[in-house]
């Protein structure tokens, strides 16, 4: 219905246009050859002078010859013109033509649509774009550097990455363009789910609506087209909807409207460690109240190296076991040199039972149940794995100015630009199945220390025909820490562990403040000095 209202749109502004151009031309013929004053005209010799007579010939000679040259290349004009209107004239009995061997009918051919062709034409066009983009499944790329990230939405908020220098993770003044796509992408997912389907015609249904939107995630690919994930509650706990559309530049298409159960979705979080009891005691602290109290699908794999501190960890986890009568974990002690790749590559392989979920986490990460859901929606074994994008608090103390005015962690846990920034260079949170993991080849073990790790692992999926799902994430925070840079560390780590310290005390413009603090201190106290003293 929408092709032929096009046409037919079409054929109108073409009649149109040939309309206008003819009385154009007409409009500009008469004007051309009526008489008009000249301003450029010379004052013409007085007819009693000694040569007024010829003079004044010679002048209208002279006009009349112009006139004749213009006039002539008018014409010239307006047949070139002709032989362009009689070409697009010959091009629509064309279209015509063919709609009429297609058994459209000579004018119905027009008002109703195009032709079967024509339409198998778009189809063939829309089916092209979309085995083209990296929907179905993963494309291998050369690097990380060749990455589209996704972007995240909910009905109140766009979280996009900046990678410039201001790193900006705030909402963006979004265009209204993309907004509202954004909110038709949305009115279709809705339709969608509303649309009675055969099977479920005699049951009662739940109705959709915007209070059921959890998230939504989409990223463009230029030369092929924009892909939507958009995520509703079901109608059972642990239920979701999952829709996927994408808009080929054209019309937007469903891909897929499928229902996900996460209830039995076994989540393993490894938690490679060492020392740094107090650290531990705040994750189980998060751990308890996220995973045990609201959640209650998680198993926990600690992998500790050394002995030095292990039994007060040991103690935080027998704690939580009896008062929160939780059986679910799994201690690893390794008397060796930390390695984070080798503690979570030896926690993921320690797992025995059925395919699981693996969820790679530091000590220092902070994360809320709605994080778990979307690492659940995110990874499908043999499909896809989710690299989420988590936000990384800056140094508190400068943030806040002082100690103790510092408010509790949850209450720090904002996404502005003053707070922290999106860590779109880290790759070490991450949610994917034990199956992938093994099949791709798990971590170097024989990288030591800090960092490195994880990248090399995540050029692997790259490489791969998996889909790598990379979006900001507003439930994953990165808490600060003091870091320390061995002198162990070769030096490029060292360069890395250094590159991430610094960007972790404060905004560009916060450290800017504190590297000229002196230089304002000082305008301040001119200033203090200039001022007139009030008389009391």
Known sequence: MMLRRGLLAWVSRVVLLLVLLCCCFSLIYVLACSPRADENQVTLSRANGPTGNEGYQALLQEREEQHRHYISSLKKQISQLKEALQERSEQLKNVQGSLERAGAGPVAGLLDGMGERSHTDLQEFLRTQLNRAEVHSGTKLASEYAMVPFESFTLQKVYQLETGLTRHPEEKPIRKDKRDELTETLEKALEALNTPEDEDKTQRRHVYTTSDFTEGIYRTEKDKGTLYELTFKGNQNHEFRRLVFFRPFGPVMKVKNERVDTSNMLINIIVPLAKRTDKFRQFMQNFREVCIRKDGRIHLTVVYFGRDQVGEVKGILENTSKEMNFKNFTFIQLNEEFSRGRGLDTGARAWKGNNILLFFCDVDIYFTVEFLNSCRLNAQPGKKVFYPILFSQYNPGLIYGHHDSIPPIDQQLV??????????????????????????????????????????????????????????????????????????????????????????????????????????????????????????
């Not at 996404?415 to 992938?436: A, E």
């Not at 093994?438 to 790259?462: A, S």
């Not at 925070?477 to 070769?490: I, M, P, Q, V």
Request: hydrophobic fraction near 35%; charged fraction near 25%.
């Open 415 to 536: 996404i502005k630009k003053d707070t922290g920034f999106w860590r779109d260079f880290g790759f070490g949170m991450t949610c994917q199945y034990r199956s992938d993991f093994i099949n791709i080849g798990g971590f170097d073990v024989e990288i030591k220390g800090w960092g490195g790790e994880d990248v090399h692992l995540y050029r692997k999926y790259l490489h791969s025909n998996l889909m790598v799902v990379r979006s900001p994430s507003r439930g994953l925070f990165h808490l600060w820490h003091e870091k320390h840079c061995a002198d162990e560390l070769t030096p490029e780590q060292y360069r890395m562990c250094m590159q991430s310290k610094a960007m972790n005390e404060a905004s560009h413009g916060q450290l800017g403040m504190l590297f000229f603090r002196h230089e304002i201190e000082a305008h301040l106290r001119k200033q203090k000095q200039k001022s007139p003293v009030k008389k009391t």
